[in-house]
């Protein structure tokens, strides 16, 4: 990328959020250079998701900073960006994969419709190119060809969520933001998603930020790794140091909890 | 030239001289007067001067008589009409506090100051058809019995009850913000609750009394409780610049309903009572009650609640509750679509003969 | 009571106590601000405090409001409906146009100064001197992506069209060509993204760098919005499937024309149809000079 890895493609400082009175997170600082896959991990209302949702733009966290490295001037501060400039950013640049895929698709278009929808969004015109592009995409996210033109709702949920990484990809994207990519799946599809994203990851050299609080999608798709509870990170690291040699009590009660699954 | 499907003045003229063979009816039986309708058709007048938001009782007697005794088209006249009034004043705020009060009712209190006042209402009538109205002898009725004590006893107002414990919220003083006006100005969202209100109050009864409905069955709950109805005769204010301090320039009836909600409080404010408020010329405790819950309803992004149901969503409630908005453009279907229509004709033909792969239909060419 | 004297029932009455052209001026001067806002941001949607007129919602009370604010005793009216002047809505709104401003009124195309219009563009070329009124149901072009004004009105801010452009893929994928045949949607001015009124796509072209100026009122909506002369108008489309009109392997069955929109009408129940200009002006206008170039024929 053309800002080189001297500087951090996303950096985080001192973000908190409140509801009320009530913490949703507090006091978290990170940065993210390209080409790294950071996951967060944590039991539910351990406050990750509240973190996602502030580091990608679409809840402003109530202290603190996040800023990206735009194309143009480097590190930016979202929230101090324009409306319009954030919405675009959220269009090109990011890529959100949701964990119901009905979040991230339009069930009302087409397969192919869907995927289309972010190069219309940026200029594109040429009706044969699009689907030639959405039809490339839809073949590395392994996705049956024959059924470009078909509704969403007509897919089972591993095709869906195909589906919706292949629309977030589909513009280059240097951020990719995933909330609990492969829950609500079966334990087979689930693998094989994850076989997916992982080559993804890999071939693109894609930057990305996972939520989950499956420790097994973290070890498989993440280089770095945060545990969230209670609203805070208690423990950062390598993602294999934390999994393998957790510090925190909380960071070992969760790894031993999995590993007795 | 072909014209078999076009209309023209001389149809336009005739259908107006249909229209009013009809209204009259068959003329061995006397025409309708003003008089009659407006002391006789009180509810209809009510109704039509509240949504028309014009308060004549004459006007409104005429529109009803002219629109055939059809409400949502009386509406429609006498709107048409206001909307070349000129403006020379506007009034004070009406006291309702003041009302010289016909009717009065509390859900929430057995017994209170000044009292529960039945007044007119067909609320514990049997609602059996009265055969004795078809005989033309109302005249000798006995008069209604009234406590003497009822005339110009002080009402205080049950909210204000509740206010002085400091259990419902208080009103927002609004001394020095303007109330908006959508007869003037284009709506905007969000939008203030004055101008929520003037919306709701010209709004179709139909649909409010709907709406609110769907608020007790669940779709946007808000835990209502008649607090007060009352309903009677208010002074009308107005200040003259060159005089500088109010004049009665008259005196309208009106219903007013507060309703009294349950709220459970937010990060910001404490569990208190909250308010929803109606108020119509006439006696109407129907719509006031309509009224008030939907505005209660509509208060859900300012105090916090998840927007969820219909009634609570501001931009459904106002776009679609004006009844002379509405059947104007339900009725516009009427209008000729000659072209639209063939421009979907010739489309369907093509796509159709491209379907079958057989030869173009009629029209279909490219 | 005297007011009763000036309801509407008594309206030929009472139109002398009416302004000219129905409206106040202090209305008249509301929208005229507005109709300059929207000029000069063509294709931009000016909310304007639009007032019951005695005519339905859905009617034509948006083309009146404007048509009202920019007559003047001097102009010349032409009101149209799906093309033809004799339609009953057009009937009615010509008359209240010549009861409430007593204004010439005619239905040449060519003569008129002012057109006001329900769903066609008249065929006959316009003029710098000429203005035409379209009425509008629904102004915003984005509505079927998103019911919420609140959330349209950024789109438009924002410019964000991709979600129109879905909805062409859509019909490519689906019928092999884009199923819009009428109020399809265009770029003004490189910028704004309008809605043309229920108008056939096949007049969409003669929006383009017209010389008149062309305004858009639509009154249950309360929106305005102007296309000014000489403005570029164009229709969404792709570029390997250009934006197209609708032609017909029939010519007009009354004047011979091969290059106007027509009306289909049925003859009989047998299936039996003719098609005919849907302008009637302009069908009208193409017999006369027939007739005359007989005439000299014969003179001959």
Same mark, same amino acid.
């Given at each position: 990328?053309?800002?080189?890895?001297?500087?951090?493609?996303?950096?985080?400082?001192?973000?908190?959020?409140?509801?009320?009175?009530?913490?949703?997170?507090?006091?978290?600082?990170?940065?993210?250079?390209?080409?790294?896959?950071?996951?967060?991990?944590?039991?539910?209302?351990?406050?990750?998701?509240?973190?996602?949702?502030? @580091?990608?733009?679409?809840?402003?966290?109530?202290? #603190? !900073? /996040? +800023? &990206?490295?735009?194309?143009?001037?480097?590190?930016?501060?979202?929230?101090?960006?324009?409306?319009?400039?954030?919405?675009?950013?959220?269009?090109?640049?990011?890529?959100?994969?949701?964990?119901?895929?009905?979040?991230?698709?339009?069930?009302?278009?087409?397969?192919?419709?869907?995927?289309?929808?972010?190069?219309?969004?940026?200029?594109?015109?040429?009706?044969?190119? @699009?689907?030639?592009?959405?039809?490339?995409?839809? #073949? !590395? /996210? +392994? &996705?049956?060809?024959?059924?470009?033109?078909?509704?969403?709702?007509?897919?089972?949920?591993?095709?869906?969520?195909?589906?919706?990484?292949?629309?977030?990809?589909?513009?280059?994207?240097?951020?990719?933001?995933?909330?609990?990519?492969?829950?609500?799946?079966?334990?087979?599809?689930?693998?094989?998603?994850?076989?997916?994203?992982?080559?993804?990851?890999?071939?693109?050299?894609?930057?990305?930020?996972?939520?989950?609080?499956?420790?097994?999608?973290?070890?498989?798709?993440?280089?770095?790794?945060?545990?969230?509870?209670?609203?805070?990170?208690?423990?950062?690291?390598?993602?294999?140091?934390?999994?393998?040699?957790?510090?925190?009590?909380?960071?070992?009660?969760?790894?031993?909890?999995?590993?007795?699954? | 030239?072909?014209?078999?499907?076009?209309?023209?003045?001389?149809?336009?003229?005739?259908?107006?001289?249909?229209?009013?063979?009809?209204?009259?009816?068959?003329?061995?039986?006397?025409?309708?007067?003003?008089?009659?309708?407006?002391?006789?058709?009180?509810?209809?007048?009510?109704?039509?001067?509240?949504?028309?938001?014009?308060?004549?009782?004459?006007?409104?007697?005429?529109?009803?008589?002219?629109?055939?005794?059809?409400?949502?088209?009386?509406?429609?006249?006498?709107?048409?009409?206001?909307?070349?009034?000129?403006?020379?004043?506007?009034?004070?705020?009406?006291?309702?506090?003041?009302?010289?009060?016909?009717?009065?009712?509390?859900?929430?209190?057995?017994?209170?100051?000044?009292?529960?006042?039945?007044?007119?209402?067909?609320?514990?009538?049997?609602?059996?058809?009265?055969?004795?109205?078809?005989?033309?002898?109302?005249?000798?009725?006995?008069?209604?019995?009234?406590?003497?004590?009822?005339?110009?006893?002080?009402?205080?107002?049950?909210?204000?009850?509740?206010?002085?414990?400091?259990?419902?919220?208080?009103?927002?003083?609004?001394?020095?913000?303007?109330?908006?006006?959508?007869?003037?100005?284009?709506?905007?969202?969000?939008?203030?609750?004055?101008?929520?209100?003037?919306?709701?109050?010209?709004?179709?009864?139909?649909?409010?009394?709907?709406?609110?409905?769907?608020?007790?069955?669940?779709?946007?709950?808000?835990?209502?409780?008649?607090?007060?109805?009352?309903?009677?005769?208010?002074?009308?204010?107005?200040?003259?610049?060159?005089?500088?301090?109010?004049?009665?320039?008259?005196?309208?009836?009106?219903?007013?309903?507060?309703?009294?909600?349950?709220?459970?409080?937010?990060?910001?404010?404490?569990?208190?009572?909250?308010?929803?408020?109606?108020?119509?010329?006439?006696?109407?405790?129907?719509?006031?009650?309509?009224?008030?819950?939907?505005?209660?309803?509509?208060?859900?992004?300012?105090?916090?609640?998840?927007?969820?149901?219909?009634?609570?969503?501001?931009?459904?409630?106002?776009?679609?509750?004006?009844?002379?908005?509405?059947?104007?453009?339900?009725?516009?279907?009427?209008?000729?679509?000659?072209?639209?229509?063939?421009?979907?004709?010739?489309?369907?033909?093509?796509?159709?003969?491209?379907?079958?792969?057989?030869?173009?239909?009629?029209?279909?060419?490219? | 009571?005297?007011?009763?004297?000036?309801?509407?029932?008594?309206?030929?009455?009472?139109?002398?106590?009416?302004?000219?052209?129905?409206?106040?001026?202090?209305?008249?001067?509301?929208?005229?601000?507005?109709?300059?806002?929207?000029?000069?941001?063509?294709?931009?949607?000016?909310?304007?405090?639009?007032?019951?007129?005695?005519?339905?919602?859905?009617?034509?009370?948006?083309?009146?409001?404007?048509?009202?604010?920019?007559?003047?005793?001097?102009?010349?009216?032409?009101?149209?409906?799906?093309?033809?002047?004799?339609?009953?809505?057009?009937?009615?709104?010509?008359?209240?146009?010549?009861?409430?401003?007593?204004?010439?009124?005619?239905?040449?195309?060519?003569?008129?100064?002012?057109?006001?219009?329900?769903?066609?563009?008249?065929?006959?070329?316009?003029?710098?001197?000429?203005?035409?009124?379209?009425?509008?149901?629904?102004?915003?072009?984005?509505?079927?992506?998103?019911?919420?004004?609140?959330?349209?009105?950024?789109?438009?801010?924002?410019?964000?069209?991709?979600?129109?452009?879905?909805?062409?893929?859509?019909?490519?994928?689906?019928?092999?060509?884009?199923?819009?045949?009428?109020?399809?949607?265009?770029?003004?001015?490189?910028?704004?993204?309008?809605?043309?009124?229920?108008?056939?796509?096949?007049?969409?072209?003669?929006?383009?760098?017209?010389?008149?100026?062309?305004?858009?009122?639509?009154?249950?909506?309360?929106?305005?919005?102007?296309?000014?002369?000489?403005?570029?108008?164009?229709?969404?489309?792709?570029?390997?499937?250009?934006?197209?009109?609708?032609?017909?392997?029939?010519?007009?069955?009354?004047?011979?024309?091969?290059?106007?929109?027509?009306?289909?009408?049925?003859?009989?129940?047998?299936?039996?149809?003719?098609?005919?200009?849907?302008?009637?002006?302009?069908?009208?206008?193409?017999?006369?000079?027939?007739?005359?170039?007989?005439?000299?024929?014969?003179?001959?």
């Amino acid at each position: 990328m053309n800002s080189g890895s001297t500087a951090p493609l996303l950096s985080v400082s001192g973000l908190s959020h409140y509801y009320g009175a009530i913490t949703g997170c507090c006091g978290v600082s990170f940065d993210l250079w390209p080409g790294e896959v950071i996951g967060v991990v944590g039991e539910s209302g351990s406050g990750k998701t509240t973190l996602l949702n502030c @580091i990608s733009g679409r809840m402003a966290p109530t202290v #603190g !900073k /996040v +800023e &990206f490295c735009t194309r143009t001037e480097g590190l930016a501060d979202i929230y101090r960006m324009s409306e319009a400039e954030r919405r675009m950013l959220m269009r090109t640049d990011w890529g959100f994969v949701h964990q119901n895929p009905r979040d991230g698709l339009r069930m009302g278009v087409s397969a192919g419709a869907n995927i289309g929808e972010r190069l219309m969004a940026v200029g594109a015109r040429h009706y044969g190119e @699009i689907r030639d592009t959405a039809n490339d995409w839809l #073949g !590395k /996210v +392994e &996705f049956n060809l024959d059924r470009m033109d078909h509704l969403p709702s007509t897919f089972s949920g591993g095709m869906q969520q195909r589906l919706q990484i292949a629309r977030n990809l589909v513009t280059g994207p240097r951020l990719v933001f995933m909330d609990e990519p492969t829950g609500g799946l079966d334990v087979s599809v689930q693998a094989r998603l994850l076989d997916l994203l992982r080559e993804l990851v890999t071939d693109l050299g894609l930057s990305a930020i996972v939520v989950t609080h499956d420790l097994a999608v973290a070890r498989l798709i993440t280089q770095r790794l945060m545990v969230m509870r209670q609203g805070e990170v208690v423990e950062t690291g390598l993602t294999d140091q934390v999994l393998d040699d957790p510090q925190h009590p909380y960071s070992q009660l969760l790894v031993s909890s999995i590993l007795q699954v | 030239m072909y014209v078999a499907v076009k209309g023209g003045k001389r149809a336009i003229d005739n259908a107006h001289r249909l229209l009013a063979e009809e209204r009259r009816g068959n003329k061995d039986v006397p025409e309708l007067t003003l008089d009659q309708i407006r002391e006789q058709m009180t509810g209809a007048v009510d109704r039509v001067m509240t949504e028309g938001s014009v308060y004549d009782r004459n006007l409104a007697a005429l529109a009803i008589k002219q629109a055939r005794g059809d409400l949502v088209e009386a509406v429609f006249l006498l709107r048409a009409f206001r909307t070349t009034l000129p403006r020379f004043a506007a009034s004070q705020p009406i006291d309702t506090g003041k009302m010289t009060v016909r009717r009065r009712i509390s859900a929430t209190y057995k017994d209170l100051p000044g009292g529960q006042l039945l007044g007119p209402t067909f609320d514990y009538t049997h609602r059996l058809l009265d055969f004795s109205l078809a005989e033309e002898t109302g005249d000798h009725l006995p008069p209604a019995d009234t406590a003497p004590a009822d005339v110009g006893r002080a009402m205080p107002r049950v909210l204000d009850q509740l206010d002085r414990e400091g259990l419902i919220e208080s009103e927002v003083p609004t001394d020095n913000i303007e109330p908006g006006d959508l007869t003037r100005d284009p709506l905007s969202f969000p939008v203030d609750r004055s101008v929520r209100l003037q919306n709701l109050a010209r709004g179709d009864e139909g649909f409010l009394l709907a709406l609110a409905y769907s608020t007790q069955r669940g779709y946007g709950r808000n835990h209502p409780f008649a607090g007060e109805i009352r309903m009677g005769e208010v002074a009308v204010e107005i200040v003259p610049e060159e005089l500088g301090f109010p004049i009665e320039i008259g005196e309208i009836t009106v219903t007013e309903c507060e309703m009294v909600n349950q709220f459970s409080g937010s990060a910001e404010a404490p569990p208190q009572f909250t308010r929803g408020y109606g108020l119509v010329f006439g006696q109407q405790d129907r719509k006031a009650m309509s009224m008030a819950l939907v505005d209660r309803a509509l208060r859900a992004r300012e105090l916090h609640e998840e927007i969820e149901a219909p009634a609570q969503d501001e931009e459904f409630v106002m776009y679609h509750s004006d009844a002379v908005e509405a059947q104007g453009f339900v009725q516009h279907l009427k209008l000729p679509h000659y072209v639209d229509f063939q421009s979907e004709l010739e489309l369907i033909r093509r796509l159709r003969s491209s379907f079958q792969g057989q030869a173009p239909a009629p029209a279909a060419a490219e | 009571m005297d007011t009763i004297s000036q309801s509407p029932d008594n309206f030929h009455a009472a139109s002398g106590s009416y302004n000219f052209a129905y409206l106040d001026e202090q209305t008249k001067r509301m929208i005229r601000r507005a109709l300059l806002k929207a000029i000069t941001i063509p294709g931009y949607q000016v909310p304007f405090g639009g007032r019951e007129m005695p005519l339905s919602y859905g009617w034509g009370t948006g083309g009146i409001q404007v048509t009202a604010s920019v007559i003047g005793p001097e102009d010349i009216l032409k009101v149209i409906d799906q093309g033809a002047d004799d339609t009953t809505n057009a009937v009615s709104i010509r008359s209240f146009f010549a009861k409430t401003t007593g204004v010439e009124t005619t239905t040449e195309t060519a003569e008129a100064t002012l057109i006001q219009t329900r769903h066609r563009i008249p065929e006959t070329p316009l003029r710098e001197d000429q203005v035409i009124v379209y009425q509008v149901p629904i102004p915003e072009p984005l509505r079927w992506l998103e019911p919420r004004e609140t959330e349209t009105r950024k789109m438009h801010g924002l410019a964000e069209y991709g979600g129109m452009h879905v909805r062409l893929y859509e019909d490519i994928t689906r019928y092999g060509k884009i199923a819009t045949s009428y109020d399809y949607p265009v770029i003004v001015n490189g910028r704004y993204l309008m809605r043309p009124s229920p108008i056939p796509k096949f007049d969409n072209p003669k929006m383009d760098q017209n010389p008149a100026l062309q305004l858009f009122g639509a009154g249950r909506e309360k929106r305005i919005y102007a296309v000014p002369p000489y403005t570029s108008v164009k229709s969404l489309d792709f570029e390997d499937h250009p934006f197209e009109i609708q032609t017909w392997d029939q010519d007009c069955a009354i004047c011979g024309s091969t290059d106007s929109f027509l009306d289909e009408v049925i003859t009989d129940d047998a299936g039996g149809r003719m098609f005919v200009c849907s302008d009637t002006d302009y069908c009208g206008q193409r017999m006369a000079a027939h007739d005359a170039s007989d005439e000299t024929e014969t003179n001959q």
